[in-house]
């Protein structure tokens, strides 16, 4: 009996990462790559080794390891698409197959986590580094329960853990803080936690080698002073820093798993949701924080449950959007993960605890099956709409609109992607991705004349005779917008003529995120002449 279920759960394991895998590659493949997945392959294509590792991490925020990976990939000579949608597809096969076949989780545990919008489409579809992240963090965990008896491989996975994410370090450095803290606890004693891990030849060095990447980490991704993260300012309308470290507490973990109130395209600081939302998700997520703190308190881990969490919210707390909001179901997984490792989670410690609020054991477990049907049901809906609109809908308009550009020569013309009143290097985002299709700056007013976005800040003095080298090179023929009327202020700013009053090209996009589908449109104006120059009539004003 035994036999036959492990060879049923083997079955099932398999049946699911073959059904997810081909579900990512339809994805990916009907994907069409958005700013933040070009700007990683054109920094890591165009850049210098050293540059990669030691220069833009501090002008990225992030340690380089997904801009090595892609570099290494670009350097076989494949395309763009090619290149980030192969090195992400590896590790949605990695977490798959470490979720499926490695983990400690019960049989139907397993069958529901891959279910989750972030695993199934977000990260999957998407290639950032975030499906790596959560590689790092499965193997982390898989590594936990030996960590004293094998340090360094343990110790490897979190280093691992540093370079993939600033998430990643605040994480790493969250769980050992919180091992020494739980284990201190469970000993009483300071002293003796102290005395085990320098008694612990292997562990004391491998904590050490830990620390001094962790710190290498930190040291990479510091901003410079020219960085533009260093230099924005915050909106007075925007939430304060207490408010969005709550809001990592009490709006986060109801976002990964039940509600959809966030936009794709807001900060969590800038968003202003309506009071019943906010009371909604923050009611969902404290049910949640509960739900862990029986599971760890049991195995006496609430250390290990609330440390770790409270260093990622300090960073999230910072800056963080929706697409990031998939941290919290990282940590979620390692803390499952970990706790299940010590103990099988069971039914009956939740039946026994709402016994003694005086529930009886089949209403709880009809709560308990509820939740996961919930669960499961809102995040099918949510990976269903999206793969629906990713497949029907365009992402983003650059890849078209890349083909516009080879289709009618206009590589050839004098292109000019428009920029931000603030910032003269902060250009229009799908500009750039139209470049990761080409195998040069097709543009003429990027900064250094790199295709992609530097996040440098220039002094005035700089902003002057950049704007005047661009004044000498004449006037663009063709102006890529993120609306007609950009037009005005960038003839402004280069003292000419504002007779760019003729649409090219409209490239329409739509921001997917759960049930929501934001519209995101790219526009290329240019004068009538040029228009009749392009398409060999006249320009009749479109309706759109």
């Known amino acids: 009996m035994v036999s036959k279920n492990k060879k049923t759960d083997l079955m099932i394991s398999v049946i699911i990462t073959v059904a997810v895998s081909v579900l990512a590659i339809i994805g990916l493949c009907c994907h069409e790559p958005w700013f933040d997945e070009a700007q990683a392959y054109l920094l890591a294509k165009n850049s210098s080794w050293s540059d990669v590792l030691t220069h833009w991490t501090h002008y990225e925020g992030h340690p380089p390891m997904w801009h090595i990976l892609l570099k290494c990939a670009a350097s076989l000579g494949l395309s763009f698409e090619a290149t980030i949608k192969s090195v992400n597809f590896i590790f949605v096969e990695a977490v798959l197959l470490l979720i499926q076949f490695r983990s400690p989780f019960s049989r139907i545990t397993k069958t529901i986590i891959p279910l989750s919008f972030f695993l199934l489409y977000q990260y999957s579809v998407i290639s950032r580094p975030y499906m790596m992240l959560t590689f790092s963090c499965l193997l982390a965990a898989m590594c936990y329960r030996d960590r004293h008896e094998k340090p360094l491989r343990y110790c490897l996975a979190l280093i691992f853990?540093?370079?993939?994410?600033?998430?990643?370090?605040?994480?790493?450095?969250?769980?050992?803080?919180?091992?020494?803290?739980?284990?201190?606890?469970?000993?009483?004693?300071?002293?003796?936690?102290?005395?085990?891990?320098?008694?612990?030849?292997?562990?004391?060095?491998?904590?050490?080698?830990?620390?001094?990447?962790?710190?290498?980490?930190?040291?990479?991704?510091?901003?410079?002073?020219?960085?533009?993260?260093?230099?924005?300012?915050?909106?007075?309308?925007?939430?304060?820093?207490?408010?969005?470290?709550?809001?990592?507490?009490?709006?986060?973990?109801?976002?990964?798993?039940?509600?959809?109130?966030?936009?794709?395209?807001?900060?969590?600081?800038?968003?202003?949701?309506?009071?019943?939302?906010?009371?909604?998700?923050?009611?969902?997520?404290?049910?949640?924080?509960?739900?862990?703190?029986?599971?760890?308190?049991?195995?006496?881990?609430?250390?290990?449950?609330?440390?770790?969490?409270?260093?990622?919210?300090?960073?999230?707390?910072?800056?963080?959007?929706?697409?990031?909001?998939?941290?919290?179901?990282?940590?979620?997984?390692?803390?499952?993960?970990?706790?299940?490792?010590?103990?099988?989670?069971?039914?009956?410690?939740?039946?026994?605890?709402?016994?003694?609020?005086?529930?009886?054991?089949?209403?709880?477990?009809?709560?308990?099956?509820?939740?996961?049907?919930?669960?499961?049901?809102?995040?099918?809906?949510?990976?269903?709409?999206?793969?629906?609109?990713?497949?029907?809908?365009?992402?983003?308009?650059?890849?078209?609109?890349?083909?516009?550009?080879?289709?009618?020569?206009?590589?050839?013309?004098?292109?000019?992607?428009?920029?931000?009143?603030?910032?003269?290097?902060?250009?229009?985002?799908?500009?750039i991705v139209v470049n990761a299709y080409f195998d040069r700056n097709v543009y003429y007013n990027l900064n250094y004349d790199l295709p992609f976005i530097t996040h440098i800040v220039v002094d005035d003095d700089e902003r002057k005779a950049t704007v005047n080298k661009w004044k000498q090179a004449g006037k663009p023929d063709l102006m890529i917008c993120d609306t007609p009327n950009e037009t005005a202020f960038i003839c402004s700013e280069l003292g000419i003529e504002n007779d760019y009053s003729a649409t090219a090209y409209v490239g329409k996009g739509r921001r997917i995120f759960k049930d929501k589908c934001d519209i995101y449109n790219v526009y290329v104006m240019c004068s009538k002449d040029t228009y009749k120059e392009i398409y060999g009539k006249e320009y009749a004003v479109s309706t759109y």
């Open 161 to 431: 853990m540093c370079t993939v994410h600033s998430y990643g370090i605040a994480f790493a450095g969250g769980i050992v803080l919180s091992d020494m803290i739980g284990e201190a606890i469970r000993e009483r004693s300071v002293k003796k936690m102290c005395t085990g891990i320098i008694s612990n030849k292997k562990l004391l060095f491998s904590y050490i080698i830990l620390l001094a990447a962790a710190m290498a980490m930190i040291a990479a991704i510091m901003p410079h002073s020219d960085t533009y993260a260093a230099k924005q300012t915050v909106s007075e309308s925007n939430h304060s820093l207490p408010v969005c470290y709550l809001f990592s507490w009490l709006l986060i973990p109801s976002e990964n798993l039940f509600t959809s109130f966030s936009s794709e395209l807001l900060y969590m600081r800038e968003e202003v949701n309506p009071v019943g939302e906010v009371i909604t998700a923050g009611a969902i997520s404290f049910l949640i924080w509960a739900v862990l703190f029986v599971i760890c308190r049991k195995r006496r881990m609430v250390a290990e449950l609330f440390i770790p969490y409270s260093f990622i919210a300090v960073l999230t707390s910072l800056h963080i959007s929706p697409h990031h909001f998939g941290i919290f179901f990282m940590y979620l997984l390692f803390i499952l993960w970990t706790a299940t490792d010590k103990e099988p989670v069971k039914m009956s410690e939740f039946t026994q605890l709402a016994g003694k609020a005086g529930l009886s054991e089949s209403f709880t477990k009809k709560i308990i099956i509820g939740t996961a049907a919930a669960f499961s049901a809102i995040n099918i809906y949510w990976d269903a709409l999206s793969y629906y609109r990713e497949i029907k809908l365009p992402y983003d308009p650059a890849p078209a609109l890349a083909e516009w550009i080879k289709d009618n020569g206009a590589e050839n013309k004098k292109l000019l992607t428009t920029w931000a009143e603030s910032d003269i290097f902060i250009v229009n985002a799908s500009s």
